[in-house]
C-alpha cells in the first residue's frame, strides 16, 4: 500500500526535475550555412505584393522557405541580392522606393528593414558593383539613375551626392562592367547605349556617344571577363555584340554584328565563366545559346539548341555557374535548367513549388 | 508529529520504495506492468526540409509510458520535445513493443505513429512564429538496464522518426537515455 502512493510522488519529483532541466529551450547547435548547402533565391510577386522564397540544394531541387512568402512594399519588381549575402533590395515600381530585407542565412527568412530608400519615379532595374558597395538604380520613367552607398554592416543605403543622375528617358535596362568602372544603359525608343564612367564614390559621368543597337533593344549583359557587352534587341530579333575596351569603356561592335536571333529577344544571360550566352526568345518559346569566341566574340549556336520553354521573359545564371534559371510570362514556377560547363547544352531540371501568381524577378544568392 | 519528523519519514519511506524488492527481474518470469520512462533526448532534425541550410541539432527531453500486455509484448505511448534557438519540435506518438529480457537486461524494439509539431521562430511582418502539424512514424529500440527492482536505466534508445510537416517529409533521428520507473507486476515466479 505504500509503495503505491509513494511510487507516484518519486515519479513527480523525477518529473519536474526533468522539466526544470531540460524542458525549456536549449542552446541550438544549429550550423551555420556553408557554400556546400545551395543557395537561396527570391522572386518578386507584384500582383500580391509579396516576395516568395526558395533554397536551391547543389542537385538543383527547390525547398519553400518556411514563412514565405514575405510582405513586401508596392509593386515589388527587380531585386539583387548583396555578394555577402545578407541583404535583399527589392525595387518598388509603384511606390518609387527600394526596400531593404535582412536575410536569415540558416531559415532563409526575410526581415524588411525600414525605412524604404525613395528612388526616381518608376524603379525597374537594378545593379550593385562586385564588391557591394554601391548599388545602382534605373528609375524608367524619370530617366534616371539613383547611386546608393550600400553600408556592409547593416546593409542600410544613402545615396550619393549628385544622385539621381539623368540618363535616357524611357531606359529599360543597364549593365555594370565586374570592375565596376563603367555602366551601360539600354534605351528601346532611341534604340541605343548609352555609356557612363563610375567613380569610387559612384558618381556617374556620360562617357562617348550614344551606341546604336537594334531596334526594341530591351536586355544588356557584360561578359564576366569585360570582353564583351551583348545586347538584345527585342523587335529587330537580334544579338548586338561589342567588344568592351576595358581601360576606357569604349565599345566596338564585333564583325558580323548583329546576329540572328529567335523571335522576340528578351533577356540576356551570360555563364559564369563567360563562355556562353543564352537568350530568352519569348515568341518562339526557347532560349537559345551561343558558344562565344572569347577572342572575336563571334556567336555559335550550341548544338541541340534552342531549348524549348514557354514565353520566356527572365534568364538568371546560377551564381556558382551550374544552371540557369527562367521566368515566363504566365508561369507560377521557376524553370530550372542544368547547364553542361563543358558543352553549354542545358537540360530541363526540377521546376520549383508554385508561387501562386506570375512572378516578374529573380534574385539567386551565392 | 514535526515537520522534520515528517520528512524523515518521507525520505526513509521513499528509499524503501526504491531499495526494496518489489518484484523479481526477468530471470524469474516476471515484468513490471508500467514503465515509465524520462530522460534525455537528442534530436537530429531534417529542418533541411523548412528551407534551413543545414539540418538542426536539437535537445530536450523524451518520455514514454509502456504498458505491457505480456513479457515480451507492450503497448508505447511516446513524447517527446527538442529545442533549438530557431526551431522546436514535439512528437506524440504510440505503438506495439516487443521486448526480449534476460536477467537485468531488456532490449527492444518498436514501431510508434501519432502527430509532429514542428515551429520555426521567425518573425515575418506582423507573425512571429510558423508552426506546422503533420503525421509522424517511428520505429526504433533500446536497451534497458535493471538496477533495482522499481528502477531501470535505459542505457539507450535510438528512434528514425518520419514527420510531415510544412507540406514536406522530414527524415529525423532521435537519441534518448535516461531512467524507467517500474509499478506494478506480470508474469509468474517459478514455483520452488
Known amino acids: ?366 | 508529529m514535526t515537520i522534520e519528523s515528517a520528512v524523515i519519514r518521507k525520505t526513509f519511506l521513499l528509499l524503501i520504495i526504491i531499495l526494496a524488492p518489489g518484484f523479481a527481474v526477468a530471470q524469474n518470469g516476471v515484468a513490471p506492468r508500467w514503465e515509465v520512462f524520462g530522460g534525455y533526448s537528442y534530436l537530429r532534425l531534417d529542418s533541411k526540409s523548412f528551407g534551413f541550410a543545414n539540418e538542426a541539432n536539437l535537445n530536450g527531453w523524451n518520455a514514454a509510458a509502456t504498458f505491457n500486455l505480456k513479457l515480451k509484448w507492450s503497448v508505447t505511448l511516446d513524447l517527446s520535445g527538442q529545442y533549438g534557438s530557431q526551431v522546436r519540435t514535439l512528437n506524440y506518438m504510440i505503438g506495439p513493443q516487443y521486448n526480449w529480457r534476460r536477467d537485468k537486461s531488456k532490449f527492444f524494439v518498436h514501431g510508434l505513429i501519432g502527430k509532429a509539431q514542428d515551429r520555426v521562430d521567425i518573425t515575418v511582418g506582423t507573425t512571429t512564429g510558423f508552426q506546422g502539424v503533420g503525421r509522424a512514424f517511428a520505429g526504433g529500440g533500446g536497451y534497458d538496464w535493471y538496477w533495482r527492482p522499481r528502477i531501470t536505466f535505459r542505457v539507450v534508445q535510438a528512434d528514425y522518426i518520419n514527420g510531415n510537416s510544412f507540406g514536406k517529409t522530414q527524415n529525423n533521428i532521435r537519441i534518448s537515455t535516461g531512467v524507467v520507473f517500474n509499478f506494478g507486476e506480470i508474469g509468474h515466479h517459478p514455483k520452488l
Open chain 1, 1 to 366: 500500500m505504500i509503495s503505491r502512493r509513494v511510487a507516484p510522488l518519486c515519479l513527480l519529483v523525477w518529473l519536474a526535475g526533468l522539466a526544470g532541466c531540460g524542458g525549456g529551450p536549449s542552446t541550438s547547435t544549429t550550423p551555420p550555412p556553408s557554400s556546400g548547402t545551395g543557395h537561396l533565391a527570391y522572386v518578386s510577386i507584384p500582383s500580391g505584393n509579396f516576395i516568395t522564397g526558395f533554397r536551391i540544394d547543389g542537385g538543383g531541387n527547390f525547398t519553400s522557405i518556411v514563412g514565405s512568402p514575405f510582405p513586401a512594399g508596392d509593386s515589388p519588381g527587380a531585386m539583387l541580392i548583396h555578394p555577402s549575402g545578407q541583404f535583399l533590395y527589392v525595387a518598388n515600381r509603384i511606390e518609387d522606393t527600394v526596400s531593404l530585407f535582412k536575410i536569415d542565412t540558416n531559415v532563409g527568412s526575410l526581415t524588411e528593414v525600414l525605412p524604404r530608400a525613395p528612388t526616381g519615379v518608376t524603379p525597374n532595374a537594378m545593379t550593385m558593383s562586385s564588391g557591394g558597395n554601391l548599388l545602382f538604380v534605373l528609375n524608367q520613367l524619370s530617366g534616371s539613375i539613383s547611386v546608393y552607398s550600400v553600408n556592409s554592416g547593416s546593409g542600410a543605403l544613402t545615396e550619393v551626392t549628385g544622385s539621381p543622375f539623368a540618363t535616357a528617358p524611357e531606359a529599360v535596362g543597364f549593365a555594370l562592367t565586374p570592375l565596376g568602372d563603367f555602366l551601360y544603359v539600354v534605351d528601346s525608343n532611341l534604340a541605343s547605349v548609352f555609356a557612363y564612367s563610375v567613380s569610387s564614390t559612384g558618381v556617374l559621368q556620360a562617357a562617348g556617344v550614344p551606341i546604336p543597337v537594334g531596334l526594341g533593344a530591351f536586355a544588356i549583359a557584360v561578359d564576366p571577363a569585360e570582353r564583351f557587352v551583348y545586347v538584345a534587341n527585342t523587335a529587330a530579333d537580334t544579338l548586338s555584340i561589342f567588344s568592351l575596351d576595358s581601360t576606357s569603356g569604349a565599345l566596338t561592335e564585333v564583325t558580323g554584328s548583329p546576329f540572328a536571333t529567335g523571335d522576340g529577344p528578351i533577356s540576356i544571360a551570360v555563364s559564369t565563366a563567360g563562355q556562353y550566352v543564352y537568350i530568352a526568345d519569348q515568341g518562339t518559346n526557347d532560349i537559345t545559346g551561343y558558344s562565344i569566341d572569347p577572342t572575336t566574340g563571334f556567336p555559335t549556336v550550341i548544338t541541340g539548341s534552342p531549348f524549348s520553354l514557354n514565353s520566356p521573359v527572365v534568364l538568371v545564371t546560377d551564381p556558382n555557374g551550374n544552371f540557369i534559371y527562367a521566368l515566363t510570362q504566365r508561369s507560377v514556377f521557376v524553370n530550372e535548367f542544368s547547364l553542361d560547363s563543358s558543352t553549354g547544352v542545358l537540360t530541363v531540371g526540377p521546376e520549383s513549388p508554385s508561387v501562386i501568381t506570375v512572378p516578374v524577378a529573380l534574385a539567386v544568392g551565392k
